[in-house]
């Protein structure tokens, strides 16, 4: 039984209000707290913001904090639930809305991982098995965004993220300590060169760089100097978040050269660095409104990479079967806030993995302390995971949880290995 719900404003890792719910289940009490993206899809479900310029430049979150207070803490106080679904279709069928801007995805979510995490410790089972129950679990390849771009930082690379997959390793624990030479020896590097070694707000190194593909250039070497054979130890993903970049039917370098180049164009570019460098996963190559674009990216490359849809896809089950349909991508970003509840998360992953496409489960580049996801990724088996660098507690705190699920699970875990990247690689 249900017997309380309470909301709060707090700050994401940014320094913007963000909300946390705590629920509690027949006296144990879980919370869970919405992260905030920065280069979001137009799909996604709604945050809910207070827009008073008054109190943190209208980011204020004291309407999604009052609306579970109030309306939801009225409607579920005293239910018994059978379980997430039941839950999370409660507060969806409250909102009543199609994109969660009623009652706000900010607090629908929260509320939905405080239920699962009060769920779990009810019945005294880790998070990752209460979200699914399965024999064996697999540890994720932790995808480190050591380069930061784009929206997540303030230099002139254009492109979001450059993510380097220690794949080649026994153990989630020694993937981590491969991710971390490299992080280290990329810092170091940067400082030799006279370059800005301050971080984005994924954790990631944000200098001032000649060209967006010297940060590529940069990583190759740093992965060399810590003894690592790219490509064969460690292998690069990149998430340019070209939705961004899309500015009247052509993708411009908004922040470099500002060059302005066709899908035709985008995609030779690709092409290019595909054979020039160990790229094996890139995720929003093209912009969420670029479909024809994208079906000719995944016809042309998409047995070569695993392509993931982000803003094409919001984590939105209709949209990404919509893109099954259309032959779009090969792999689903999956972000909990993208369409705001525990349970439709997991349909979503569901969908994508019985159409043979990949899952990349991911933080946002607005985090906090709640590490859902890290439980998210062993649950699913989705066998990898993008959740920033190799600093930053709102980023380390998911490589620390997954650190103690390895620790736990011993010998009933796997590492996915270079394996779990698109299956025809
Ligand atoms: P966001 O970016 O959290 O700022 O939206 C992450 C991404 O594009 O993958
Ligand atoms: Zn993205």
């Not at 050269?257 to 790229?279: H, N, V």
């Amino acid at each position: 039984k249900l017997t309380k719900i309470h909301a709060r404003e707090i700050l994401d890792s940014r320094g913007n209000p963000t909300v946390e719910v705590e629920v509690t289940l027949n006296g144990t009490t879980a919370r869970g707290i919405s992260p905030s993206g920065a280069s979001t899809g137009e799909k996604e479900a709604v945050e809910l913001r207070d827009g008073d310029p008054e109190r943190y430049n209208g980011k204020g979150v004291e309407k999604a904090v009052k609306g579970i207070n109030v309306e939801v803490g009225k409607s579920v106080t005293g239910l018994s639930f059978e379980g997430q679904q039941a839950f999370d279709d409660h507060i969806i069928g409250l909102d009543g809305t199609e994109n969660k801007s009623r009652l706000g995805a900010n607090a629908m979510l929260a509320a939905s991982i405080a239920f699962a995490r009060a769920s779990a410790v009810a019945k005294g089972i880790p998070l990752y098995r209460q979200l699914v129950e399965r024999e064996g679990y697999v540890m994720p390849v932790p995808c480190m965004n050591v380069i930061n771009g784009g929206r997540h930082s303030d230099n002139n690379i254009d492109f979001q993220e450059f993510m380097i997959a220690p794949h080649n390793a026994p153990s989630f624990k020694e993937s981590i300590r491969m991710g971390e030479a490299v992080f280290h020896s990329l810092r170091s590097l940067l400082k030799a060169k006279g370059y800005y070694t301050g971080v984005g707000d994924e954790g990631g190194f944000a200098p001032n760089l000649s060209s967006n593909e010297e940060a590529v250039q940069i990583i190759m070497e740093a992965i060399h100097i810590a003894g690592f054979a790219p490509g064969k130890d460690i292998s690069l993903c990149l998430d340019p978040a070209t939705s961004e970049m899309w500015n009247n039917g052509k993708y411009e370098f908004y922040k470099s050269s500002k060059e302005r180049i066709t899908t035709d164009e985008m995609i030779g570019f690709w092409e290019g660095w595909l054979k020039e460098y160990p790229i094996i996963l890139l995720e929003d190559g093209l912009g969420e409104n670029d479909w024809e674009g994208w079906k000719k990216l995944t016809s042309l490359l998409g047995d070569k990479v695993e392509l993931v849809g982000d803003d094409i896809f919001c984590t939105n089950p209709s949209i990404i079967q919509q893109g099954i349909d259309q032959g779009i991508a090969n792999s689903v970003l999956i972000k909990l806030n993208q369409i705001g509840t525990v349970s439709e998360t997991l349909k979503a992953v569901e969908l994508a993995q019985k159409n043979g496409y990949n899952c990349f489960i991911s933080h946002r580049s607005g985090e906090t302390e709640d590490t859902t996801i890290a439980d998210l990724v062993v649950a699913t088996g989705a066998g990898h995971i993008k959740t920033g660098s190799g600093c930053r507690s709102e980023r380390v705190s998911k490589f620390n949880q997954l650190l103690r699920i390895e620790e736990e699970l011993g010998d009933r875990a796997s590492f996915a290995g270079i394996n779990t990247f698109y299956k025809k690689l």
